[in-house]
């Protein structure tokens, strides 16, 4: 096992994207965490998981693929799991509203802490997270890659306007 910050992981390997390096980092055969940007993970053994990961990822880039069945492991509380198993819903091509999630929830309140929920997905891309929008169809904000830009690109990948 190897660690990065506070992320303990057994392999990891990356990409280059149209939106950067996209690295995957895998424990127990389950993708933990996605990152965007940066310099990219190292590439010197991967795992099944890994492997299969990022040919998946390739295989979206190409605009090949519109969903990803590569397993992962969502660690965080059950609010945050919650609406991370409502994003996998969402299907390629389209959006949802923060509200729309937490009315779904049965939490009509609750689109501020969905929101954060969102924001903290760690395998954004896989779990699909840039598909949520605010009430209006205005992107309200991203924490993969470059912010705004990389999620404008995901979008218009898809085929999906926003009102931007």
């Known amino acids: ?25 895998e424990r127990g055969g389950k993708v933990v965490f996605l990152e965007m940007g940066g310099h990219g ?11 299969e990961a ?22 965080g ?19 949802v509203s923060y509200a729309q999630i937490a009315a779904a929830l049965g939490k009509p309140k609750a689109s ?4 954060g929920a969102v924001g903290s997905n760690p395998v ?6 840039h598909r949520v929008m605010g009430a209006s169809g205005r992107i309200t ?7 705004i830009p990389t999620k404008r690109w995901l979008l218009a990948h898809e085929s999906i306007s926003s009102a931007d």
């Not at 660690?3 to 995957?24: H, M, Q, R, W, Y």
């Not at 198993?85 to 299907?91: A, F, K, M, V």
């Not at 501020?112 to 929101?115: E, F, H, I």
């Open 1 to 25: 096992m190897t660690t990065k910050a506070n992320l303990v992981f057994d392999s990891c390997g990356s990409i280059e994207s149209p939106i950067g390096a996209v690295s995957v980092y």
């Open 41 to 51: 993970a190292p590439n010197d053994k991967h795992s099944e998981a890994v492997a």
């Open 54 to 75: 990022l040919g998946q990822l390739g295989e979206y880039f190409a605009g090949e693929r519109r969903e990803f069945t590569v397993p992962v492991q969502l660690d």
């Open 77 to 95: 509380t059950e609010f945050q799991r919650q609406v991370w198993q409502q994003i996998e819903q969402i299907p390629f091509g389209q959006t």
């Open 112 to 115: 501020r802490a969905v929101g």
């Open 124 to 129: 954004a891309l896989i779990v699909g997270c």
């Open 141 to 147: 904000g991203y924490s993969g890659g470059d912010g």
